[in-house]
């Protein structure tokens, strides 16, 4: 069965540290993968997605940046993190090219920056 | 561009039926979604319709598309208290043929009381 996960679960950093959330999924190939962020009093934005190995598809301008180095690894990354960077982070994946698309979501790492 | 809107709370007694309501306004979007989100964790796919669906049931969960409208509806009959959390309003925007990403609405928290 295909599994998920994210981690860390939650995170603490100060502003201007780098940031690394990691997302790998077990039990498909070469699946879509999303990465969601939730701030708090917004909804769920989209900030990057990937249909493939090195290729990602950014849907905001923000100090963020996300690397897809292996098929079932996702990776979001900052250089120096600010203060709106705060949130819970939510990656997902999902398969096929078709307008269906359930996504499964992972459990999520909550960003605090200080 | 596409937009998804949904009231942000919602309350009601356990047992009784709860109705989220969400417009969207994207026409050709193909497929709409409810998911949800118990606290801490991931989404959750719920339910799905095809536009071309007016009404979906699964069990205590009945989906009620009007496509002239652009309206989407969740109702769960029987509401307990696990059904406490958050609710998402999600459409795949047509374009074209790729790989489906998600608009998500911003979400209505949903708290049931005994």
């Known amino acids: 069965s295909q599994t998920i996960h994210q981690w860390p679960a939650t995170l603490v950093q100060p502003v201007g540290s780098p940031l690394s959330l990691e997302c790998t999924v077990e039990g498909t190939s070469n699946p879509n993968l999303y990465w969601y962020r939730q701030a708090a009093g917004r909804g769920l934005q989209l900030l990057f997605y990937s249909v493939g190995i090195g290729q990602i598809s950014s849907e905001v301008p923000q100090n963020l940046s996300a690397s897809r180095p292996q098929d079932r690894q996702f990776i979001l990354s900052s250089k120096k993190l600010l203060l709106s960077d705060s949130g819970f982070y939510l990656c997902a994946w999902s398969v096929g090219r078709l307008m269906w698309n359930e996504q499964f979501f992972g459990p999520g790492t909550r960003l605090t920056v200080l | 561009g596409e937009d998804v809107e949904q009231s942000l709370f919602l309350s009601v007694r356990e047992g009784d039926s709860s109705v989220i309501n969400c417009t969207y306004t994207?026409?050709?979007?193909?497929?709409l979604y409810w998911y949800k989100q118990e606290p801490g964790a991931g989404l959750q796919l719920l339910t799905y319709i095809f536009s071309n669906m007016d009404m979906k049931q699964d069990q205590r969960l009945t989906v009620l598309l009007n496509k002239k409208d652009k309206h989407l509806s969740l109702r769960i009959a029987d509401t307990q208290t696990g059904d406490s959390a958050i609710y998402f309003c999600a459409e795949t925007p047509n374009y074209g043929g790729s790989q489906g990403n998600l608009i998500f609405g911003k979400g209505t928290k949903l708290s049931v009381k005994p």
């Open positions: 994207d026409s050709s979007s193909t497929y």
